[in-house]
């Protein structure tokens, strides 16, 4: 009989050891122990909310930093190439199990610094079209090692709704810096909607703020509104355009978020995207390959600000306001 308890003893004893090695190796019921590092490069400072609903949605996931997840960020990075692809492989270098690009020039130099490899990339934020070409050409059907969150394709009916709310719009002012790359596939874009709608466009090239906020002020009594579309060079600044137009009795609509005095946007929800894009993450952390992973859109949401409207001595028609998903009043 001692000789059956002493061999039950040895069995437990191995069977214990077991336990706690399988339990180092997986963490217990989450599966996290192991420590996941996530690097991120943004390219614009309004994308913040994206980063944050992107942090936010991975605690929900079970991701504690400091404990299972650690993040490696360098801050917003400028717009420069050389620069972007210096940071991005300065990230690669910490051995990083996924790279997140947040917003378009951040995605397209991703692409390219990680282009024949299977670093794991996750875009945020993004327009699929820039720069003449596409940064992922089958949204179903990722193939190579990206996947992500895109901006829907909502440029065309933000334009529509500006014309709605302004009855009578006839001349448009859009400014944009020839230089901004994730201006350049909205151009057309917008261009095309103007001419279906039989509005005229009034593009300028501008390259600062000041000199975008000079034009506003001195834009012809002829023209009905004002476009935005991201760029790099006026994005951060917005507010300043903002109480240009609102000095000017102008306003002004956006087809992506910009700052809350903007009479009208239409375009999603930077910080729920995010957290669109921490479901993404969760599941390549825990193996699947990006390739199987379709790109996903974001929603998008319809924000007038009658306080602005207000300002601006604009009556917004109960039969719009209804129709919308936000109201700043």
């Known amino acids: 009989m001692s000789s059956t308890i002493k061999f039950a003893k040895k069995v437990c004893i191995v069977l214990g050891v077991i336990f706690c090695l399988v339990s180092a190796v997986f963490g217990g019921d989450q599966g996290m122990a192991k420590m996941s590092t996530i690097g991120i490069a943004m390219d614009i400072e309004s994308f913040a909310p994206n980063l944050e609903g992107f942090k936010t949605g991975m605690a929900e996931l079970g991701y504690v930093e400091g404990k299972n997840i650690r993040y490696i960020y360098y801050g917003v990075v400028e717009d420069d190439d050389k620069i972007f692809d210096a940071v991005m492989k300065k990230l690669i270098s910490k051995d990083v199990d996924i790279l997140v690009a947040i917003g378009s020039h951040s995605a397209l130099r991703a692409k390219e610094v990680t282009r024949g490899t299977a670093m794991p990339v996750l875009i945020s934020g993004f327009s699929n079209d820039i720069a003449g070409g596409r940064i992922v050409e089958n949204l179903n059907h990722p193939e190579g090692n990206m996947t992500g969150v895109r901006m829907a394709d909502n440029m065309p009916k933000a334009f529509e709704w500006l014309v709605k709310v302004v009855p009578g719009t006839k001349k448009i002012y859009l400014p944009y810096n020839p230089v901004d790359e994730v201006s350049a596939p909205f151009l057309p874009i917008v261009n095309k909607a103007a001419d279906h709608l039989g509005i005229e466009l009034v593009f300028q090239k501008i390259h600062s703020v000041e000199e975008t906020v000079a034009a506003i002020e001195t834009l012809p009594k002829n023209i009905n509104a004002i476009f935005r579309i991201p760029s790099v060079t006026l994005d951060a600044r917005n507010s300043e355009l903002s109480r240009a137009a609102i000095n000017r009795g102008l306003p002004m609509a956006a087809g992506f978020p910009m700052d809350e005095a903007v009479l009208l946007t239409f375009g999603p929800d930077l910080f729920n995207s995010g957290k669109q894009a921490a479901r993404l993450a969760n599941q390549i952390l825990h193996g699947i390959k990006p390739a199987d992973l379709p790109v996903e859109a974001t929603e998008i949401f319809l924000t007038i600000n009658l306080k602005t409207a207000?300002?601006?001595?604009?009556?917004?028609?109960?039969?719009?306001?209804?129709?919308?998903?936000?109201?700043i009043r």
């Open 310 to 327: 207000e300002k601006i001595g604009l009556h917004i028609p109960d039969n719009i306001l209804l129709q919308a998903n936000k109201i």
